[in-house]
């Protein structure tokens, strides 16, 4: 059985993409066959799975406004041993041309058909903002995770993510749901951030990762070296919560 997870957050630099290629790494160590999806056009995620935009013909954009199978835009990420859906530039302009196309919400779901069956995992890595690629995403996935850092604003933007994703399970996505809010960047030091993670627990309770992602050095030089922390340095903090919160996900 396939689980499809989108990793998503309308805020920026929540660590989102981070997220989704340490995961898919750390899923991946563990024998899962995982596939990951690059949905963001600043193609981060294609980037730090050692993936050069520059030079890429066939991406999700093909994909999306229908132009490629989806079978024909997989690359592997030899150093993370999982398979990858990238992105590039091009991406940017895909929410403009898919508004006249039917089923512009469905476009991943519908291309995901023919492949998902072959994968353990496929974790989707949205855009930071609430626009017709992440909803995409939304309408493909079985669950959410949500990661955010612990300050006061997060907790604004996070009631808005709540709020669509409860449309999109009306409107377009009946099983989507929350899968678990990821907070990541801490410093135990900030007494905010601790008040703000036991606000996150007092309200959403289980649904709260026991793992907490730190501020790690390591985890912000990996993606320079285009490989997840893991393979960067497998005993940093960084690596081993990343190890710990797939754990989690096995165990959900």
Not at 51 to 59: D, G
Not at 175 to 198: H, Y
């Amino acid at each position: 059985m396939t689980k499809i997870l989108a990793i998503a957050n309308q805020k920026g630099g929540v660590g989102k993409t981070t997220t989704s290629v340490n995961l898919a790494a750390s899923l991946a160590t563990t024998g899962n066959k995982v596939l990951l999806i690059d949905l963001d056009p600043q193609a981060n995620a294609t980037m730090g799975s050692g993936i050069n935009k520059q030079t890429l013909q066939q991406t999700v954009y093909q994909v999306l406004l229908g132009e490629l199978p989806i079978e024909d835009a997989r690359v592997r990420s030899v150093q993370a041993k999982y398979d990858l859906i990238p992105a590039n530039r091009d991406l940017a302009g895909a929410e403009v041309e898919m508004v006249t196309l039917p089923q512009r919400e469905k476009r991943l779901k519908s291309a995901l058909s023919s492949i998902e069956g072959e994968f353990h995992y496929i974790i989707i890595d949205c855009p930071p903002a609430l626009n017709l690629l992440t909803l995409n995403g939304l309408c493909a996935a079985d669950a959410v995770m949500i990661p955010m850092q612990c300050e006061y604003y997060a907790l604004e933007g996070l009631s808005d993510l709540v709020n669509t994703i409860k449309k999109v399970r009306t409107n377009f996505n009946p099983k989507l749901r929350i899968e678990g809010l990821l907070r990541t960047m801490f410093d135990p030091r900030n007494i905010l951030a601790q008040q703000v993670s036991d606000q996150l627990q007092q309200h959403f309770g289980n649904k709260v990762y026991r793992t907490v992602i730190p501020r790690n050095v390591r985890l912000a030089e990996a993606p320079g070296f285009g490989i997840p922390v893991l393979y960067h340095d497998r005993q940093s903090k960084g690596a081993q919560a990343y190890l710990e919160l797939a754990k989690e996900v096995l165990n959900v």
